[in-house]
Structures are given as C-alpha cells and as structure tokens.
C-alpha cells in the first residue's frame, strides 16, 4: 500500500455499529465489563482508547513499524523515553536541540542522575569517544531545529548497534512522507504530531513508534502508569490531517524551496539554513535518507541587531510571528527568545542560533503572496 493510501486508510476500517466512514470519537473514560477482569481490549481510557487506537495503527504505517502509542505532546513522548534510563546512565545528543528538549534534559533528568553529552554530530564518528559502559541512548534530531542540521542515521544506527545503545530519532521535521528513520535503522521514531502529522495549529500531541517489541512493551507501560496520554477528540483531529499529509507535505516542499532559492540571494540575508542547497553542510546525506527537503527553513540577517531582527520578525503579514511549525500557515519565529530561549546563550551560539537567526515554516499558502510578503518585511 503507498503512503498516501495508508495516510487515509491505515488502521481504520468501518464502523461496525453505525457503518461510519470516520472513525467515531469515543468520548467515554471507562468500558463495560462481562465480568470483573473480561473485556473487549479496552477498559480504561487512559490505558487504551479507540479512537486512540486507530490513529496509533495509522502512525505505525506511516513508518513502516508494529507498533505506535501517542502521548498528550511531543515533550511527554520524550519524557517516556528517558524514563526507561536509570541515574548514571548517559546519553549522547546533538549540540543544536530543540529548547525543550534541551530543557527536559538539562532541568528536570540531569537532577536524577542521567548525563547527557551534547555533541556535533554532523560526523557520526564524534559519537565514539563519549561512549562508555553508562551509555544507554542516542538521541538525534535531524533535520535540526532550528540551523537544518543533517544527521546520518544509517550511520549512527551502525555505531548504536555495535555499542548497544538504543537509538531514538526525532523525525519531527521530515515527517514521515519525508524520511523513515527506523528503514534506516533507527530503534525509536519521535514525533511532534503537533506539527505536520496534524498540520492545522489545532491539537497537541506526540508519538513513539517502534518495531521492537521490547521497547514497545517498556514504553506502553510508561505510557500507562504515567498517563500522559491525549484524548479521544485530539486523536480524531490527528486522523483527519492525516488524510492530507502527502498533500500537504509536496506543497510544503515546494513551496520552501522556492522560499529558499529566493532568500539566497537577497542583499538583506547574510545565510540561509535549508538542506536542499548544494553547499549545507551534508546535504548528499539529506538526498539520501530524504526524499525532498522540507519547508523549514532558518534565515540569519545581515549586520542586524536583536531590535533590528525583531522589528523585521513583526512586519510580516501573511507569516504569522508564532511559536510551533508545520500547520497549513506560514509561521515565523525567534528561536533565540522564543523556542530555544530556555538554552544559555554562550550554547546556542555555538550550534549558530545567533539573535539574527529566524525560523520560517513555510505552509501551503499562494507562493507569490509569501515572497511579496517576505520582500516587504525585508526592506
């Protein structure tokens, strides 16, 4: 079955009650039992709802794997990861991270006792040196947010096998119409669903998806026990935009190359972030484990102060100044104050998330009004 058909069919089927071609919304928190203990798979919501089911089967396909749970954000879908660690157990991540992420890591983990070494990891074979008899885990966001970083994920999963370590990929970026982590070797795929999994601003969720059943089996415990787990409603807001991912997802991409092409030159932008150039760094490994390269992209200002950047930031008309990315509309943003604001300035800069950097999500709109708006912010 091809993706696009998966994206609208996977994991539903009719439903037998009523005939309903969607997937009906179950709004209840608790199930009949014939006797104490004997059910039909579903009991309590929070464990396993089926609204929730389905669009955890859906995401599955979508991956190619067994086995999906969604979680109530991306940032929950993280936190369960963790949590199958123990203190002294150490974790090898990248040096430009989500802030969240990083916030996760560094405020509320490191106070139990896991370490995380935050690292370059455009060349997988930095990952070495900080392997050790604690390391448990590599986590790798690619492409990164926010300077578009590449990371090699059939070459990490490569260094992860032969040292035991579990491998995580954070796909939020890509999605996966754009790349198959776990095709490459990956053990765990991490999704915002938020993002272009949902597609329209309009829920919060996140993902794991597997095909070990191991992990699986740790993680759907965690799942349970700790309950961060979203409703029947927000599941079927995931399953409706889905339908349209590899709609939206082609004109997003084209949509963000022609954004990039025209940023390139512009006499107002000193550097332009986006893995489909010839010259970012890494990007033949983009060409092979991507099958396009996306609509984020990340835009440095030339010779612009934070109340320059700023200024230019709230000018827009049809991009809206907004944290999150991946929706239908365009949205831009200040990782150094916004998104990425929780990472210590001396970090960020290091990984090139300067004040005069912006992130655009570039969304589906009409491509001429998105450069004549961008043309008019920039003057």
Not at 39 to 53: L, S, V
Not at 66 to 95: Q, R, Y
Not at 305 to 332: M, P, Y
């Amino acid at each position: 079955m091809k993706f696009g058909t998966k994206a609208i069919h996977a994991g539903q089927e009719p439903d037998p009650t009523t005939g309903a071609v969607m997937t009906p919304i179950y709004q209840t928190s608790t199930f009949w039992q014939a006797s104490p203990g004997k059910h039909q798979g579903y009991a309590y919501a929070r464990g396993k709802n089926p609204t929730r089911t389905a669009l955890e089967k859906c995401l599955a396909a979508l991956e190619n794997a067994e086995h999906g749970l969604c979680f109530s954000s991306g940032m929950g879908a993280t936190d369960a990861v963790i949590k199958m660690l123990k203190p002294g157990d150490e974790v090898i991540t990248g040096n430009d991270l989500y802030g969240g992420t990083y916030r996760m890591f560094t405020k509320v983990f490191a106070n139990y006792g896991i370490k995380f070494h935050f690292i370059d990891l455009s060349n997988p074979q930095n990952i070495v040196p900080y392997i050790n008899a604690n390391t448990k885990l590599l986590w790798v966001e690619t492409p990164t947010n926010p300077t578009m970083q590449i990371v090699d994920i059939e070459a990490c999963a490569n260094i992860s096998k032969a040292h035991h370590l579990t491998f995580a990929v954070d796909n939020t970026f890509a999605s996966p119409y754009l790349q198959n982590p776990l095709a490459l070797g990956a053990d765990i795929v991490m999704h915002s669903v938020t993002k272009y999994l949902g597609g329209h601003s309009d829920v919060i969720m996140g993902a794991l998806i597997t095909n070990n059943d191991e992990i699986h089996e740790k993680l759907a415990f965690i799942h349970n026990s700790c309950g961060a787990t979203p409703g029947p409603m927000d599941s079927f807001l995931v399953l409706r935009g889905l339908k349209t991912l590899h709609l939206r997802m082609k004109a997003h991409c084209e949509n963000g190359a022609k954004v990039a092409h025209f940023l390139k030159n512009h006499p107002k932008i000193e550097k332009v972030y986006w893995p489909g150039f010839e010259e970012h760094p890494n990007h033949a490994i983009a060409k092979k484990q991507m099958r396009d390269f996306g609509g984020m992209i990340s835009i440095v200002l030339k010779d612009a102060d934070l109340q320059r950047t700023f200024d230019v930031a709230s000018s827009f008309k049809v991009f809206t100044l907004a944290e999150s990315l991946g929706g239908v509309e365009s949205l831009i943003n200040h990782p150094a104050t916004m998104t990425h604001a929780s990472i210590p300035k001396e970090e960020r800069e290091k990984a090139g998330v300067v004040d005069s950097l912006l992130r655009l999500s570039v969304g589906v709109e009409d491509i001429e009004d998105l450069l004549e708006d961008l043309q008019n912010a920039l003057k």
